[in-house]
């Protein structure tokens, strides 16, 4: 079977660099990925997977960080303008865009194994360069502000080739799949409402993968990995009163000040003795004019913790210094959280057998058992729900050489890279259900 894998992918090889190379072109951001979620809609049923998408996919009330209705409408409208299909399109209004896909095998009883992809770009301006690959063969984005500059268009690309092989392998497999579809990793806010829908209800197997990142270059693979960050992600909006600046300052309240007093004292949260903590104010603004007591203040910010409870304590010091600080200039806050994502770590066992399928693989000179993350990625949340539960996980990372790092409007990756990626998860799924 392990032949037949490689030349499967071998096969789909046109089919991988085309949808990659379409779906870099036509990016789209947490919640509205429309097109691309009706791309991978329309393709799993073709193959014959029982879908869930919408409403019965994403709790709508555990979302976070979701555009306004017109805004999504606009999405939805360019969406259908640059091919999706309507009717999957209408599935997901409001932001619905996940969407999972199971497929029964043939070969009698067994665990439930599942995949997780993620479909969001980054809120991002590709660059425009003559050497930038995407923009001298004519792929890179046509979309303002949106740019897959993290490799999940590759990522979408090796779920629909891996969907197709399955497909054709099913009755040599026993148990079944699960395909799931996740938006908005970006921000970490998209595993959360899929978790409430069901996503990974009876799941007992589970991996995610991602090209690149602490795989640095090409050969490398790394089978596992720990310390995910957990994070919470706030917008805070500071309420004040305006006065003028010269007349009457005294009548003022200065939000702005209270942001100020806010920032820095957040950044002097004392670190704990149980690990590694991150709290960073990304973004602070306010105020109306130079002559005008600040009545208003915005700040977006992130905590994160190498646990869970670590995150907790982070937010928990946060929310009293926002309080202190507002207090001391006689201000008010709202919070909104905007995404958060739970810590994990990948199941040894599982970590072995990655490793031990790498090792027939002559793509991988460099082979890495575990690694700590060192950021969060919301795949974690899934696989410490799967796991609680009694079941296995990992995040396989599979190398590459980029033009640079991700997240950087300069990114790009070597395509064909993806072919392992797509080869190793397929051995690792047979590994575990074949007959």
């Excluded at 085309?18 to 009706?38: G, I, N, Q, V, Y």
Aim: hydrophobic content about 40%; glycine content about 10%; aromatic content about 6%.
């Amino acid at each position: 079977m392990s032949d037949v894998i490689h030349k499967k992918i071998e096969d789909l090889t046109p089919y991988i660099y085309a949808m990659r190379r379409d779906l870099h072109k036509h990016p789209e951001a947490a919640w509205t990925e429309f097109r691309t979620a009706s791309i991978v809609a329309k393709r799993l049923v073709e193959l014959g997977y029982a879908l869930t998408i919408g409403k019965d996919a994403v709790s709508k009330k555990d979302m976070m960080g979701v555009p306004k209705p017109d805004v999504l409408k606009r999405h939805q409208e360019r969406a259908i303008e640059q091919g999706a299909d309507p009717k999957f399109v209408a599935l997901m209004d409001g932001g619905l865009t996940g969407m999972w896909a199971d497929l029964p095998c043939g070969g009698g009883p067994g665990p439930k194994f599942a995949l997780r992809f993620d479909l969001d770009s980054n809120d991002a301006e590709e660059c425009a360069l003559p050497e930038h690959k995407p923009f001298k063969e004519g792929f890179s984005s046509i979309n303002k502000g949106a740019m897959h500059a993290c490799g999940h268009d590759g990522h979408v690309a090796v779920g629909l080739a891996v969907a197709e092989v399955l497909a054709g392998m099913k009755d040599q497999l026993k148990g079944s799949i699960r395909l799931i579809f996740q938006p908005a990793e970006e921000g970490v806010r998209g595993a959360g409402p899929m978790v409430e829908a069901g996503c990974c209800e009876d799941v007992d197997l589970i991996v995610g993968a991602h090209i690149g990142f602490q795989a640095a270059k090409k050969g490398d693979i790394v089978c596992g990995a720990k310390g995910f960050l957990a994070t919470t992600k706030w917008d805070v909006r500071i309420i004040g009163k305006s006065a003028h600046a010269g007349a009457a300052p005294q009548e003022g309240k200065n939000a702005l000040l209270a942001a100020c007093a806010a920032t820095t004292n957040l950044h002097a949260i004392a670190r704990h003795g149980e690990g590694a903590t991150r709290i960073t104010v990304g973004r602070l603004e306010g105020g109306q004019g130079r002559n005008v007591i600040p009545p208003n203040a915005f700040m977006a910010l992130e905590t994160r913790g190498v646990t869970s409870e670590l995150d907790a304590y982070m937010t928990t010091e946060a929310t009293r210094i926002l309080k202190a600080a507002t207090d001391m200039w006689d201000c008010t806050y709202e919070v909104e959280v905007m995404g958060g994502t739970k810590s994990g770590e990948s199941s040894l066992e599982m970590v072995s057998k990655v490793r031990e399928i790498a090792q027939t693989m002559p793509t991988f000179s460099n082979i890495m058992d575990i690694k700590d993350f060192g950021a969060s990625e919301d795949f974690s949340h899934m696989m410490a729900v799967v796991q609680r539960n009694g079941g296995l996980g990992t995040y396989i990372q599979v190398g590459t050489d980029k033009t640079a790092g991700h997240h950087n409007d300069h990114f790009d990756f070597e395509e064909e890279d993806l072919l392992p990626m797509a080869e190793i998860i397929l051995k690792v799924v047979n590994a575990y259900l074949a007959k």
